[in-house]
């Protein structure tokens, strides 16, 4: 009896909110139904398409639940439903120009649920493109030319230890976690100046956690990956408050920073009216950038090392290009000319980045009511934009599925069709700081080995960052 009534206490609550909604959504849905929507299904009631999408996630092949609706609806823009909200696909290069042209005018950033759980100050702010408008400016002012350069001496040495450690006494890894692990090691020095390896060990632990959870179905009941996810960041927000109080006593006593980095930043930058950022926000500022650096950067890494054991002459050219770096200097330590030089690696990352986008895309909210490629698009409605509906179209990239890395020579891909950083006025800030990273890592790891897959036929998982379902198992073979 006592398990039936506990059931029921659970239960109820989800059923009245889940009719609630439903209620509210055909309410606000029937407003729009003489108007001229984009075609298209939104799926179940409150479930929408999303399970559909993490279905195609799971095989691997996202990009084909976006090109089954543009080919039955319409290949500017369809409507769909995802994590709960009526919500806009716009495709194409068009399509992407259109959302990142048009922000704060028609769109504005919107945040799922999700993040603003995970984040609370994010889902309690008023203008969220204020905020956002705000840390965009921050991270760019970070991240000036000067600091990028003297971050690629600090990763080069991070590389070096990372590789000294865990990889030159193996002969066989597994390199998504080890990926994982170094860029977390790099952001916890970069952001934070943080070297300790046990303090970065209690900030990566919690980590791990919640980025396995904070993309699953936003249900936050004892023992769900949600629920775990929250609880994770909770105890990472507990560790940075008390760092950014040590710091703000450290302030106090000596009246400067004793570095340069994330932290201090967010600790000192003020607004116009002269205040600072609370205790609380810092923190999940913070948070917010690590969880916005870590998985990109580590799955482009992770599958750069799996394409050059597919692809033999594509991991020749790069060794070759990185040999002749080293050859041309007195000393194998590298620096910003170094990293500007390395184009084909480069072309390598960017193919591997289009065929497997780290990102899955963005979503933006109507401000107002307006028209597109002749649709009505309903203010409040969420839009979505996507790297799946360019970066496989043989209008953009011909021989689509073919790994070509040649294809980013001279004047490259179309404006706006390759979207794995944004695009133009909405072009990730973070892009050379994630570059410089990637590229200083891999060039460190093929001068040391090559290497072959130990399970030729390992499946990606996007779930919805791209995985390998095995961690990637390789067998090295140090250069003698």
Request: hydrophobic share 40%; net charge positive; proline share 6%.
């Given at each position: 009896?006592?398990?039936?009534?506990?059931?029921?206490?659970?239960?109820?609550?989800?059923?009245?909110?889940?009719?609630?909604?439903?209620?509210?959504?055909?309410?606000?849905?029937?407003?729009?139904?003489?108007?001229?929507?984009?075609?298209?299904?939104?799926?179940?009631?409150?479930?929408?398409?999303?399970?559909?999408?993490?279905?195609?996630?799971?095989?691997?092949?996202?990009?084909?639940?976006?090109?089954?609706?543009?080919?039955?609806?319409?290949?500017?823009?369809?409507?769909?439903?995802?994590?709960?909200?009526?919500?806009?696909?716009?495709?194409?290069?068009?399509?992407?120009?259109?959302?990142?042209?048009?922000?704060?005018?028609?769109?504005?950033?919107?945040?799922?649920?999700?993040?603003?759980?995970?984040?609370?100050?994010?889902?309690?702010?008023?203008?969220?493109?204020?905020?956002?408008?705000?840390?965009?400016?921050?991270?760019?002012?970070?991240?000036?030319?000067?600091?990028?350069?003297?971050?690629?001496?600090?990763?080069?040495?991070?590389?070096?230890?990372?590789?000294?450690?865990?990889?030159?006494?193996?002969?066989?890894?597994?390199?998504?976690?080890?990926?994982?692990?170094f860029a977390f090691e790099v952001a916890c020095k970069l952001f934070l100046s943080i070297d300790d390896p046990?303090?970065?060990?209690?900030?990566?632990?919690?980590?791990?956690?919640?980025?396995?959870?904070?993309?699953?179905?936003?249900?936050?009941?004892?023992?769900?990956?949600?629920?775990?996810?929250?609880?994770?960041?909770?105890?990472?927000?507990?560790?940075?408050l008390r760092i950014i109080k040590e710091r703000k006593e450290h302030l106090m006593a000596e009246k400067s920073?004793?570095?340069?980095?994330?932290?201090?930043?967010?600790?000192?930058?003020?607004?116009?009216?002269?205040?600072?950022?609370?205790?609380?926000?810092?923190?999940?500022?913070?948070?917010?950038?690590?969880?916005?650096?870590?998985?990109?950067?580590?799955?482009?890494?992770?599958?750069?090392?799996?394409?050059?054991?597919?692809?033999?002459?594509?991991?020749?050219?790069?060794?070759?290009?990185?040999?002749?770096?080293?050859?041309?200097?007195?000393?194998?330590?590298?620096?910003?000319?170094?990293?500007?030089?390395?184009?084909?690696?480069?072309?390598?990352?960017?193919?591997?980045?289009?065929?497997?986008?780290?990102?899955?895309?963005?979503?933006?909210?109507?401000?107002?009511?307006?028209?597109?490629?002749?649709?009505?698009?309903?203010?409040?409605?969420?839009?979505?934009?996507?790297?799946?509906?360019?970066?496989?179209?043989?209008?953009?990239?011909?021989?689509p599925e073919k790994f070509d890395p040649s294809r980013y020579d001279g004047a490259g891909p179309v404006p706006?069709?390759?979207?794995?950083?944004?695009?133009?006025?909405?072009?990730?800030?973070?892009?050379?700081?994630?570059?410089?990273?990637?590229?200083?890592?891999?060039?460190?790891?093929?001068?040391?080995?090559?290497?072959?897959?130990?399970?030729?036929?390992?499946?990606?998982?996007?779930?919805?960052?791209?995985?390998?379902?095995?961690?990637?198992?390789?067998?090295?073979?140090?250069?003698?």
């Amino acid at each position: 009896m006592d398990l039936l009534l506990l059931c029921m206490l659970i239960i109820l609550p989800i059923l009245s909110y889940i009719a609630l909604k439903f209620l509210f959504h055909n309410s606000k849905t029937s407003k729009h139904n003489n108007a001229n929507l984009p075609p298209g299904s939104t799926g179940w009631p409150l479930i929408g398409e999303t399970m559909k999408l993490g279905m195609f996630g799971r095989l691997g092949i996202p990009e084909s639940f976006y090109k089954e609706r543009m080919k039955k609806y319409s290949p500017q823009v369809f409507k769909t439903s995802l994590i709960g909200e009526k919500t806009v696909v716009f495709c194409g290069a068009a399509g992407n120009k259109f959302l990142y042209s048009n922000e704060n005018k028609l769109v504005s950033m919107f945040f799922p649920v999700n993040l603003s759980k995970v984040l609370p100050h994010l889902g309690e702010v008023n203008n969220v493109s204020e905020v956002t408008y705000k840390a965009r400016n921050l991270l760019v002012n970070f991240l000036k030319h000067e600091y990028l350069q003297d971050c690629v001496k600090i990763v080069d040495e991070l590389a070096r230890k990372h590789l000294d450690s865990k990889w030159d006494s193996q002969k066989e890894v597994k390199a998504l976690p080890l990926a994982k692990e170094f860029a977390f090691e790099v952001a916890c020095k970069l952001f934070l100046s943080i070297d300790d390896p046990s303090i970065i060990q209690g900030i990566a632990k919690p980590f791990h956690v919640l980025t396995a959870g904070i993309y699953s179905i936003p249900v936050n009941l004892p023992g769900t990956a949600f629920n775990k996810a929250i609880k994770a960041a909770s105890l990472i927000r507990e560790k940075l408050l008390r760092i950014i109080k040590e710091r703000k006593e450290h302030l106090m006593a000596e009246k400067s920073p004793w570095s340069h980095d994330l932290l201090w930043d967010l600790i000192l930058v003020a607004d116009d009216d002269g205040k600072l950022l609370s205790e609380l926000e810092i923190a999940d500022d913070t948070l917010a950038f690590l969880l916005a650096s870590q998985d990109a950067i580590s799955t482009t890494i992770t599958l750069i090392v799996k394409s050059l054991a597919e692809f033999h002459q594509v991991y020749q050219e790069v060794l070759k290009e990185q040999n002749s770096i080293v050859q041309e200097k007195e000393s194998s330590e590298l620096n910003w000319k170094d990293v500007q030089k390395m184009k084909y690696l480069w072309n390598v990352a960017s193919e591997v980045m289009r065929l497997m986008p780290p990102s899955q895309g963005g979503f933006r909210e109507a401000l107002v009511d307006f028209s597109y490629s002749g649709f009505f698009i309903p203010k409040g409605w969420k839009l979505y934009w996507t790297p799946h509906t360019t970066h496989k179209d043989p209008q953009y990239f011909p021989e689509p599925e073919k790994f070509d890395p040649s294809r980013y020579d001279g004047a490259g891909p179309v404006p706006y069709s390759y979207v794995t950083f944004g695009g133009g006025p909405r072009m990730c800030p973070a892009k050379d700081f994630a570059r410089i990273i990637i590229l200083v890592f891999v060039h460190n790891l093929v001068r040391r080995f090559h290497w072959e897959k130990l399970l030729p036929n390992e499946k990606i998982l996007v779930q919805p960052v791209p995985i390998m379902a095995s961690g990637l198992p390789v067998r090295l073979h140090p250069h003698i």
